[in-house]
């Protein structure tokens, strides 16, 4: 089963992963920085078995914008 993606990025970020929804990004999350963006791509990568491409990785500022990365890659994740 895979690990749901508000769990893997609520640990990274060490926020509760039930405060996280698809509005959650760096934009309004205190606790996303660049270098916590960073540990997301190598989180993701971890716990999917993915590779994310640099030009992905800039794109993946918000719950919504990594769901549909892992869509693109093959996965579904319970939104």
Same mark, same amino acid.
């Given at each position: 089963?895979?690990?749901? =993606?508000?769990?893997?990025?609520?640990?990274?970020?060490?926020?509760?992963?039930? @405060?996280?929804?698809?509005?959650?990004?760096?934009?309004?999350?205190?606790?996303?920085?660049?270098?916590?963006?960073? @540990?997301? =791509? =190598?989180?993701?990568?971890?716990?999917?078995?993915?590779?994310?491409?640099?030009?992905?990785?800039?794109?993946?500022?918000?719950? @919504?914008?990594?769901?549909?990365?892992?869509?693109?890659?093959?996965?579904?994740?319970?939104?």
């Amino acid at each position: 089963m895979t690990e749901p =993606l508000e769990d893997v990025v609520g640990s990274v970020l060490g926020v509760p992963p039930q @405060s996280l929804s698809d509005d959650s990004s760096s934009e309004n999350v205190r606790e996303w920085d660049s270098l916590r963006q960073l @540990s997301i =791509l =190598l989180a993701l990568e971890n716990a999917y078995g993915i590779t994310i491409t640099t030009d992905q990785a800039l794109d993946m500022n918000s719950i @919504s914008a990594i769901r549909a990365l892992l869509t693109e890659h093959g996965l579904e994740l319970p939104s």
